[in-house]
Structure formats: C-alpha cells, structure tokens
C-alpha cells in the first residue's frame, strides 16, 4: 500500500519549488502518494513584513489561489495548479513582476471552472483564516522557527530538504531513503551546512 507524505508549500518559494519537484521525482521510484497542502510565508513574516508593499501582497495571494483550489477541487487539482504556477513563477521566470498572471495562466490550464472567481478571491481575505490554520497545522509538526516546504510522514515531520538542484530518477530515490529514516528517530533535529551553489530548476 502506498504511503502517504504531506507536503506543505508556498508557490512563491523557490526552494520549496525544487523540492517538490524532487518529491514528484520520489513518487516515481518509490511506493509513496504526495498530498500536497499550503503553508503561507505571508503568515510565517505577517510581523515582519510591510503590509503597504506591493510583494506583501503577492505573497499572500499565490497561497489563497493554492488554498482555494484545494478547498474547492482536491488535492490531485492543487498539486496540478502548484505545477503550473510553480512551473511559470519559476522556471519561465515570471517570478513576483509577473505573480497574478502565473496564477491566472496556471487556473487556466488545470480546466477549472472557478477560474476567474479564485483569482478574484486571491486578492481578498476569504481563504486567509483557512491558511493561518494550515500553517499553524504544519508548524505543530516542526516548530515555529522554520519555512517551507515542510514534509510529514505520518506523525514526524522536517522542514526541508532544501536543495538547489532536483534530483532524477533514482537518486532522488536515494535521498528520500535517508530522508525517512532520520524522520524515524523522534531524538534526531538538523543537518545544515552552509550554501554554496546556485538554484538550478532545471
């Protein structure tokens, strides 16, 4: 029987990006299902961040787009948006300039019929209770010094890996195996080394 990991992420997150492309990877060499879930970094830096500055803003909205087609469409119709948006935000470089047009592109191409009120309601605080509780669920896992991706299995949970780079094929595999081993041990807490390599999406 396949297991099921969650899989917590912001669209805007360019790490959290790589690692879900990573985990997409795992799913194909390994016996695991992703449900993939939202984690907000406008929750995670509300203290820190301006509200008055435009990226504020679009932190916050790609994040009620990701919440609102899970709570309206399921988790297999989320991890399709994530894929279209990610894939514009990030590989095709729209980035925050061009934030609200990856979201409308990618609800355009996951075929849901909603599309247009979604993106309206991204821009407004509908889905912004359901997101402070999705994080605050993910952050119960992990604690509350950490960002995103979170990743669950069962009951134990890591933020991170973080990797600049997506791994194929059965090294992905590879890593997923030492991953949920230390996942395992309720005692184990942190590998971290510092970064010296570029983000590559490729």
């Known amino acids: ?108 191409e996951i075929g849901v019929d909603d599309a247009a009120e979604i993106l309206e309601e991204s821009q407004k605080e509908t889905y912004d209770q359901g997101l402070r509780d999705s994080t605050k669920a993910a952050l119960s896992l992990v604690g509350d010094d950490v960002g995103t991706p979170i990743i669950a299995i069962g009951d134990s949970a890591f933020f991170g890996p973080v990797m600049t780079r997506i791994p194929r094929g059965e090294q992905a595999g590879k890593i997923w195996d030492g991953f949920a081993a230390l996942v395992d041990f309720p005692y184990f807490y942190e590998l971290k080394r510092s970064r010296n390599t570029d983000i590559d999406f490729s």
């Open 1 to 108: 029987m396949s297991q099921t990991v969650k899989f917590w992420f912001d669209p805007a997150c360019p790490f959290a990006w790589i690692t879900s492309r990573w985990i997409r990877e795992v799913e194909e060499v390994r016996d695991i299902t992703v449900d993939f879930n939202v984690i907000s970094l406008g929750v995670l830096n509300e203290s820190k961040d301006d509200p008055n500055n435009p990226e504020t803003h679009k932190k916050w909205q790609g994040a009620r787009a990701a919440l609102a087609v899970r709570e309206r469409h399921g988790a297999e119709k989320v991890a399709d948006f994530y894929t279209a948006a990610g894939t514009r935000i990030h590989n095709k470089g729209y980035g925050l300039d061009d934030y609200e047009a990856a979201l409308s592109e990618a609800l355009d």
